[in-house]
Structures are given as structure tokens and as C-alpha cells.
């Protein structure tokens, strides 16, 4: 008999050793309680990382390679670990017995180091899962934002945006707002590229060129997308009520309002996965490893996130 | 010492003439007698009977002091249109535009003849200035001509945080060229005086980053390491407390927590976003760089709900509140 799909565990992956990834995992692990919509949690890393944290061992599914905590001081010998944790998680979600991924930030430049191959988290995953396309979302109770093209110099992101990835970046968004979030008609609105979206070509012509017709695409298809709105009017709450998910034309568009409107509680989302994956939508914030300063809300919110998308997808 | 403010009536087809008699209306006697309307006194009276306000305007010279007024007077300087009848409300019209024009020439001559301290302006619509013959784009070109600066810089306020944007009504593709050394390093300086005009005497000036996490030591473009830098360590060398570059998702927030009392933006949007959002109908305009001091409403002429009485006077009264509380220094 398999096990009831409403009662999979949620895995909280360990992260960067060093970083505040296992502190904030443990302490959303004892603010929740050990559980959540009766999903058991589970950590996954190294044992003595979490314990150390304050975890009892019994909740922690451990790597075989091992890891040494020092906060603040970061050791290419920890990364084995620190992948394995992502790995394995990902296994797991994948053989349909977890229900869903948190993971703790990890920082690149370390794992890097050792010849580890993805720029972030993202990238693993979709590459781990064979998914042809990761998008990412970052959302809180009150916002959804989805950024078009994301770590890239402001100064190419006229030239990176097409009808093409606006289409398939808003059909992907669209289809993980019905599956995982439970909106059956989800309604998507895209920003504007330029100042007063562009004031009919006044102040740049990619809303004429290449947001209207991506929007005309979109809506042909059957979608409600509204826009291109003027980014600096339609993020307040009246606003907000006329659509699900924003999509933006660049990383500060998408990151500032939810910063401004959530800073403690952003969630960072990967959409089009087969698995459930949310993140804390911060780093590994080293210089306050260890301190006990480190804010767990975004780890509680990304887990209570993550716990509504996999009862979602369990519907 | 009470400082004195000129109220421009704006576009008169607009909402304009409402939103300023419906926060007179609010004002105490002693605030009436320190504000100057720059108007056409019909529009005004108009307007005064529209929203119920009863106001009643004396006509006057602009030099009649603080004071002179009878109790609870409105001080007014009237400019008159050329042409009343030719002007309806909610309609676009070349003598709407003229006498808009007109009224904000004759603000910025009361106000660098020291006249008036601060000028706080209702919208005008820029396609009615364009009608007019001004080949000037709003408030920030016809203040820039009036007063012979060439480049000022748009502030926009609230009481949680303030930001000054390098650039603003440019295409996003030409923006980030157009952030350079030079300008950013202009921007922070306008940004520093600004700051002192409102009472804070030693400015905290952070500025963001052009590209996402300040290009992440070079990984997502080099321009805040090859533009943003040099432009913080001269100000820092001219004695201006700046900090940056701060990536974008990070300097807002900080600056609301209190960290910083200004914000430079690089574009736009980036700097729009967080002040519309955090301050929404208190957020107001500041025209920074000028030799004058000058406020404005964060809002349009409206013409849809013009002279219906129902616009709402919570932006102008918050515009005529920082203008009250602005210095020249």
C-alpha cells in the first residue's frame, strides 16, 4: 500500500553549512512544530549540522558525505554535503515520497569553487528534474511577481525580452497558478518595460513591438493577461485586485514591490517542475551566521507555502 | 518664521482649482495668510462655490505681507485668461494651457525675487502646454526654462522616504547609458541639498544600483563598479554622507527602516515603485536642482472627474505640507 499522498513529509534541505540555512530551517522546523497540514518535516544535510541547530536527530534524513558547521566561515569541503542534501531531496520527490522541497540558501561562489557546475538552485533543479523550463516566482499573501529575465546587466534586458519568452514564461506561470495554487481562472498582468509603459511609443517602443503582441498571443490562446501596465501604478492594493501574478520585465520591477510589501515574509517559488520547490527569499547572510539573529519568517513562509501548493496538487 | 507659498492653480479644466479650494477650506487662518493663490479669480470662486468652501479671496499684490489680510483671507495674485469662455471643464485647450504657463512664470519671478519662499503647483496637462506653444515637457521643462537651469531632477516624497532619480521620462534602453559618473555624481549633490532644505542637517544619501545585486562583482555588468563607484567617492570627497551602490531590492527598504533620508534612483520605475507604493496619496513631487523650491501633486489634471467636486484633496494638502516645510538654504 502506498502511503496517502496527503501525508508525504516536506524537506528541508541544509544549505550552506556556514550560512543561516540550517538555523532558519530548524527554528520554522520547532515554530511549526515538527509538522504542518499533517505533513511531517523533515531535514535533510548532515546530522550534527542540524542538531547543533537545536534539531532533534530523529527528524533529520542524513547525507552520507558529511559537513562541518562554523558559521561565517564557509568550507569547500562542506559542498559535497551541501549538494547531496539538494540531490537527494529532489530523489525522493521525484520516487513520490515527499511531498514537496524548502531549501536553505546555498552560496554559490562556494560551491563553485569545487567545480559544481549550476549558477543557483534553479538551475540544479530543473537540470536534476529534466524540466525544460524553470521559472521563478517570488510571492507573499499579498503579492505574486514573476521577473522575465532576472540576473542579467539592466542594459540587455531590452534585448532579452521577446514575444516568445513572455508567451511561454506567462503560459508556464499560469498553468503552476492552476495546478499548485488552486486559482482556477488565474488572471496575469505584465508590466510595462519603460517609464509609463512607454506612453504609446513616446518613451520606447517594446510595448508596441513586443509586449501588446505577446499579450494579443496570449489572450488568443484563451488566457486573461491584461497590460502592458505602468509598473510604477499597478503594485498598490486596489490595483493588485485585478490580477493573480505579475509578470516583470526585470529583476528590481519584480523584486522591489514584494520587498517593499513582504520584506520578511517573501517566498521565492520555482514554477514548472514536477516537483514542489519554495526557498526563503534570502541568502546565506554570513555575517550573522550563528548570531541567533537570522529571521526565519521567509523558511516559515516557504514552507507554508510549500505545504499549500503539494495539498494543491494532491487535490 | 512662517514661510510663505505660492499655490499655482494649474490646468484650469482640471482639478485643479477644487483640490486647492478644498484644502483651503482646512487651513487655519494664519496658514491662509501665509499661502499666495496664483490664479485667475474666476476659476477660483468657481471652485470655491463647487466645493462649498466659501472662500473669500482678497485680491492682491504679491508684496502685501503675511498678515495684512482680513481674518481668514485668501491672499490671491490674479492672472487672468485671455479667453475664460473658450475654456470647459475636462476639455484640452490651448488657453487652458497658456494661462497655466502664464501663472507658473509668474510663481518662479515671485519666488527668485524671494517673494515667496516655496512654489506648490496643481497639475497642469502637458499636451495643453504643447497647445500653448511651449515646446516644453510639463512642470520640469516650463521651471527649467523660466529659471535658465538645464537639468533638474525629479524628487518624489513621502513621509517614509524620499528618492531622486538620475533619470526619468527615458526609454529603459537608453537609460542605463545614460547613467554615467558625471550625472550620478549631479544627482547626488541635488539630492544633498534637497535634503537640507527640509530641516535634516547633515543628509544621508544612499544610492541604488543600475544593474541586480550591483552586478554581483561584475557577473551581471560592470556599470555600478565603472559609474556608481566614482561618483559616491567624490561626493564622499565634497563631504556628502553617500553610500552605494546598494542593490535595488535591498536600499528601499533600508531607507524606509530610517538608515538613509534619500534614496537616488537610476530609473524611473525603480525609484516610482517604492515611494508610490509605501507613501500611495501622500507621495508629492519635488523639483530638486532648481534655484527655486518647488512641490507639486503626484497626480494628473484628472479631466475625467474635473469640476465635479469630487477630487480628492489628500495629495495637495500633503504637497502644500512639505512645501511648508521646506527651507532655502
Redesign the interface.
Known amino acids: 500500500m502506498p502511503t496517502s499522498k496527503s501525508a508525504d513529509p516536506i524537506l528541508l534541505t541544509m544549505g550552506e553549512p556556514a550560512g543561516v540555512g540550517p538555523e532558519v530551517a530548524v527554528r520554522a522546523f520547532q515554530m511549526l512544530g515538527g509538522t504542518i497540514n499533517g505533513r511531517p518535516l523533515k531535514l535533510i544535510g548532515d546530522p550534527d549540522v542540524f542538531v547543533s541547530c537545536g534539531a532533534p536527530r530523529e527528524a533529520v534524513i542524513a547525507t552520507k558525505a558529511r559537513a562541518t558547521r562554523v558559521p561565517g566561515k564557509p568550507d569547500r569541503a562542506n559542498a559535497a554535503a551541501t549538494i547531496e542534501a539538494i540531490a537527494s531531496a529532489v530523489s525522493l520527490a521525484m520516487k513520490g515520497q515527499a511531498a514537496a522541497l524548502v531549501t536553505a540558501p546555498i552560496n554559490k561562489h562556494v560551491l563553485m569553487e569545487t567545480g559544481f557546475a549550476f549558477p543557483g538552485h534553479t538551475d540544479f533543479l530543473q537540470a536534476l528534474t529534466g524540466a525544460p523550463r524553470a521559472v521563478m516566482m517570488l510571492a507573499s499573501e499579498v503579492i505574486r511577481v514573476v521577473p522575465l529575465t532576472v540576473h542579467i546587466p539592466i542594459a540587455k534586458v531590452p534585448g532579452s525580452i521577446s514575444i516568445a519568452s513572455i508567451v511561454e514564461t506567462a503560459e508556464i506561470t499560469l498553468a503552476a497558478l492552476k495546478r499548485d495554487f488552486g486559482i482556477a481562472a488565474p488572471r496575469l498582468a505584465v508590466a510595462g518595460l519603460n517609464p509609463h509603459a512607454g506612453e504609446d511609443g513616446d518613451i520606447g517602443r517594446e510595448e508596441i513591438d513586443v509586449l501588446r503582441p505577446a499579450i494579443a498571443a496570449l489572450q488568443a490562446k484563451g488566457h486573461t493577461v491584461i497590460g502592458p501596465l505602468p509598473s510604477d501604478t499597478m503594485f498598490h492594493g486596489e490595483a493588485r485586485t485585478r490580477y493573480d501574478v505579475a509578470l516583470c520585465m526585470y529583476h528590481d520591477q519584480a523584486l522591489i514591490p514584494i520587498k517593499t510589501l513582504s520584506f520578511w515574509d517573501g517566498v521565492n517559488v520555482t514554477l514548472g517542475l514536477p516537483i514542489v520547490r519554495t526557498s526563503p527569499d534570502h541568502g546565506t547572510a554570513f555575517e550573522i551566521a550563528g548570531t541567533g539573529k537570522a529571521d526565519p519568517r521567509s523558511m516559515v513562509a516557504a514552507v507554508r507555502m510549500a505545504a499549500a501548493m503539494a495539498d494543491a496538487r494532491a487535490r | 518664521m512662517v514661510n510663505r507659498i505660492g499655490l499655482t492653480m494649474g490646468d484650469p479644466a482640471g482639478i485643479g482649482p477644487e483640490v486647492i479650494c478644498k484644502a483651503l477650506k482646512d487651513m487655519s487662518a494664519a496658514e491662509r495668510a501665509a499661502t499666495l493663490v496664483i490664479a485667475d479669480p474666476v476659476f477660483m470662486a468657481r471652485a470655491s462655490a463647487l466645493v462649498g468652501a466659501d472662500l473669500d479671496f482678497v485680491t492682491t499684490d504679491a508684496a502685501v505681507e503675511a498678515g495684512k489680510v482680513a481674518d481668514g483671507g485668501v491672499p490671491l495674485l490674479p492672472v487672468e485668461a485671455n479667453n475664460r469662455d473658450a475654456i470647459l471643464p475636462g476639455q484640452l485647450s490651448a488657453d487652458a494651457g497658456e494661462v497655466g504657463c502664464r501663472i507658473i512664470k509668474t510663481a518662479v519671478e515671485l519666488a527668485l525675487a524671494k517673494k515667496i519662499d516655496v512654489i506648490c503647483t496643481a497639475a497642469l496637462n502637458k499636451t495643453a502646454i504643447r497647445m500653448a506653444g511651449y515646446a516644453l515637457n510639463g512642470h520640469a521643462g516650463l521651471l527649467s526654462h523660466f529659471t535658465g537651469v538645464k537639468k533638474c531632477y525629479a524628487v518624489l516624497a513621502c513621509p517614509q522616504l524620499s528618492v531622486i532619480h538620475v533619470t ?10 545614460l547613467c554615467r559618473t558625471e550625472l550620478i555624481l549631479d544627482t547626488i549633490r541635488a539630492a544633498h541639498r534637497h535634503v537640507l532644505t527640509t530641516g535634516v542637517a547633515r543628509p544621508r544619501v544612499a544610492v541604488a544600483a ?4 550591483a ?2 562583482a561584475g ?5 555600478d563598479q565603472e559609474q556608481v563607484v566614482p561618483a559616491v567617492e567624490a561626493a564622499c570627497a565634497e563631504g556628502i554622507l553617500a553610500t552605494g551602490p546598494i542593490p ?3 536600499v ?2 533600508q531607507a ?1 527602516d530610517g538608515k538613509f533620508d534619500i534614496v537616488v534612483a ?5 525609484g ?3 515611494a ?3 507613501g ?1 496619496h501622500e507621495t508629492v513631487n519635488i523639483t530638486a536642482g532648481l534655484p527655486i523650491l518647488r512641490t507639486s501633486v503626484d497626480q494628473g489634471t484628472a479631466f475625467d472627474i474635473a469640476w465635479k467636486g469630487v477630487a480628492r484633496p489628500g495629495n495637495m494638502k500633503a504637497a502644500i505640507a512639505m512645501a511648508r516645510r521646506m527651507r532655502p538654504v
Request: no cysteine.
Open positions: 526619468t521620462h527615458v526609454a529603459l534602453s537608453k537609460a542605463a547609458g543600475i544593474n541586480p545585486h552586478g554581483e557577473l551581471y555588468g560592470t556599470e535595488g531590492d535591498v528601499f527598504e524606509i537610476q530609473f524611473h520605475d525603480q516610482h515603485i517604492p508610490k507604493l509605501i500611495r
